[in-house]
C-alpha cells in the first residue's frame, strides 16, 4: 500500500500547486502538504508526475496565464507577473517555448493550444486498489430534457477505441488540454460515442471533442475532424457525488441505470443515430453526466 499512501501525498501536492499557483511555491510549503523530506517529496513527485515540481508549476502556471490572455484584455506583463514570472521577457520565452506562439500573438489570435491538464495522480491509484468486494452503489440520480440547436462538434477522432482507457492508450492525455483551450467552445470537453452515421472509416466508436457554434470556422488542429450535429434533444444524467476510490463503480453502476431507463417518462424515445453519445469529465464532487439523444413522440 506505499504507493497509495505516495500518490496521495503527490495529490497533496498537486493541490496545494493549484490553489496558490499566483504564490511563491517553495518545495519546502511541498514538502509540508506531502509530509516527507523535500528530497522525497521531488523524487516522489517526478516519478508519479513525469514532471519535477518547478516543471509543473511552470506548466501550470503557463497554462493558465493563457486562459487570462485568451479571455480578458490584460496586458502581458501583468499578466507574467501575476504568474510569478520574474520579467514580461521571461515570460514570453517561456510560453513560446511551451505553446510556440507568443503571448502578445496568441492574445490577439487565440488558436488552439495543448494546455497543461493534470490529473489527481491518487484517482488513478484508489481505482486500481479498489477492493474487489466493494458493491455496486445503486444510487439515485436526477434526469432533465434539453433542446440543443444546431452545432459543430470539433473533436480527435482514435482508431479502435470503445472506450476512454482504450483512447487513452491509442491517443494519450494531451487532446483533453487543445479541447480545453478552444476560446469558441459552447460546453466544456467530453468524451463521445459516435453513432455510425458520424463515425469514418477505420476510426474509433469513442473519441473526445468540444461543441463549438455551427458558424465556427477557427483553426482546427492538427489531426482533428469536425462534423456538424442537427437541432436535437437530449436527456441529461447526473448520479450522487462519489469518493475517488469509487470512480469506476460510480461511473459502471449509472451507466446501467441509463441504459434501462425509460424515456417514456418524458413522453421521449430513444433517439441514438441523432447525435453522440456523451460523458463529461468525471469528478467526484459533481457525480458522473452523462447525455443520451432522444426524440420526443409525437402524440
Known amino acids: 500500500m506505499a504507493h497509495l499512501d505516495h500518490a496521495a501525498a503527490v495529490t497533496r501536492m498537486q493541490t496545494y500547486i493549484e490553489t496558490h499557483l499566483?504564490?511563491?511555491?517553495?518545495?519546502?510549503l511541498l514538502a509540508e502538504q506531502a509530509g516527507y523530506s523535500p528530497w522525497h517529496c521531488a523524487k516522489?513527485?517526478?516519478?508519479?508526475?513525469?514532471?519535477s515540481p518547478f516543471e509543473y508549476i511552470r506548466k501550470l502556471r503557463l497554462s493558465q496565464a493563457a486562459l487570462v490572455l485568451r479571455d480578458e484584455k490584460r496586458k502581458v506583463v501583468d499578466v507574467a507577473l501575476e504568474f510569478v514570472f520574474d520579467s514580461h521577457e521571461g515570460f514570453t520565452r517561456a510560453f513560446q517555448k511551451q505553446f510556440g506562439i507568443r503571448p502578445k500573438a496568441?492574445?490577439?489570435?487565440?488558436?488552439?493550444?495543448?494546455?497543461?491538464?493534470?490529473?489527481?495522480?491518487?484517482?488513478?491509484?484508489?481505482?486500481?486498489?479498489?477492493?474487489?468486494?466493494?458493491?455496486?452503489?445503486?444510487?439515485?440520480?436526477?434526469?432533465?430534457?434539453?433542446?440543443?440547436?444546431?452545432?459543430?462538434?470539433?473533436?480527435l477522432r482514435g482508431n479502435k477505441a470503445d472506450n476512454y482507457l482504450?483512447?487513452?492508450?491509442?491517443?494519450?492525455?494531451d487532446v483533453?488540454?487543445?479541447?480545453?483551450s478552444i476560446k469558441e467552445?459552447?460546453?466544456?470537453?467530453?468524451g463521445m460515442w459516435l453513432p455510425a452515421s458520424f463515425q469514418k472509416r477505420e476510426?474509433?466508436?469513442?473519441?473526445?471533442?468540444v461543441e463549438v457554434p455551427e458558424n465556427y470556422t477557427g483553426i482546427l488542429p492538427d489531426g482533428f475532424d469536425c462534423f456538424t450535429i442537427p437541432a436535437n434533444t437530449m436527456l441529461i444524467f447526473q448520479?450522487?457525488?462519489?469518493?475517488?476510490?469509487?470512480?469506476?463503480?460510480?461511473?459502471?453502476?449509472l451507466i446501467q441505470q441509463i441504459d434501462h431507463y425509460d424515456p417514456s417518462q418524458f413522453s421521449c424515445v430513444w433517439a441514438p443515430e441523432d447525435a453522440p453519445r456523451v460523458q463529461l469529465e468525471p469528478q467526484g464532487y459533481r457525480g458522473y453526466i452523462e447525455a443520451r439523444p432522444v426524440r420526443v413522440r409525437e402524440e
Open 203 to 209: 476510426t474509433s466508436i469513442y473519441a473526445q471533442g
Open 106 to 155: 496568441y492574445q490577439q489570435q487565440t488558436p488552439p493550444i495543448p494546455l497543461f491538464h493534470p490529473y489527481p495522480v491518487e484517482s488513478y491509484y484508489l481505482m486500481m486498489d479498489r477492493p474487489a468486494e466493494i458493491s455496486p452503489l445503486s444510487q439515485s440520480f436526477h434526469v432533465h430534457l434539453m433542446h440543443f440547436p444546431a452545432r459543430k462538434m470539433l473533436l
Open 185 to 190: 467552445a459552447l460546453y466544456e470537453p467530453v
Open 44 to 51: 516522489l513527485f517526478k516519478e508519479y508526475t513525469g514532471s
Open 22 to 28: 499566483e504564490d511563491d511555491l517553495t518545495l519546502h
Open 166 to 173: 482504450d483512447y487513452a492508450k491509442e491517443i494519450g492525455c
Open 239 to 253: 448520479g450522487n457525488p462519489y469518493p475517488e476510490e469509487q470512480f469506476d463503480v460510480a461511473i459502471n453502476d
Open 176 to 180: 483533453w488540454g487543445i479541447l480545453a
